[in-house]
């Protein structure tokens, strides 16, 4: 078992596209559906598995191009230690003050890894200023619990 960091930080209103940030259906419109309908599902269909947008669903970051992943850990309290790191940084600019000086890093980082220990995954959002969000996700891998049918993006024994 070892886990994926991913972290995504963009204009609110592109975090907004929910379409792009669901898997498309497994089944695509019946025949006759609306052309509107069918352009959308091929235009989902087409961009969620390379559209930088993080999914709604954690796991499905594991679809996502490898070039994505920003660290690869093999211990829980290392994954977890980044994601302390990247609120640490990203603190200064949280839209709500309280947010801002109010994280407990070692409450974060111990909830962190003990989820991941436990072969969960852990997703993380914050607003920020300007309006932006960050997204930060931990995903574990080999298998992933709640997906156990996606593919590790990186081979065993590869850096990213």
Known sequence: MH?????WVGAKERFDQE???RPPHPEPPPAGSKP????????????FASVDLPPLETAYWLVKPRSLVR???GEAKDA??????RVAEYA????????????????LAN?????????????????????????????TCSPNRTK??????VEQGETV
């Not at 995954?121 to 996700?137: C, K, M, N, T």
């Open 92 to 107: 200064p600019r949280f839209a709500s003050e309280g947010e801002r000086h109010f994280i407990d890093l070692a409450l």
């Open 3 to 7: 886990h994926h960091g991913y972290l």
């Open 19 to 21: 379409a792009l940030r």
């Open 111 to 139: 909830s962190t890894a003990e989820k991941l220990s436990s072969g969960g995954d852990v997703s993380l959002g914050f607003y920020l200023d300007r309006p932006s969000y960050l997204s930060l996700a931990v995903v």
């Open 80 to 85: 977890a230690a980044w994601i302390g790191a």
């Open 148 to 153: 156990p049918e996606l593919t590790c993006p």
């Open 36 to 47: 509107e309908l069918i352009q959308r599902y091929r235009e989902v269909a087409a961009e």
């Open 71 to 73: 660290g690869t850990w």
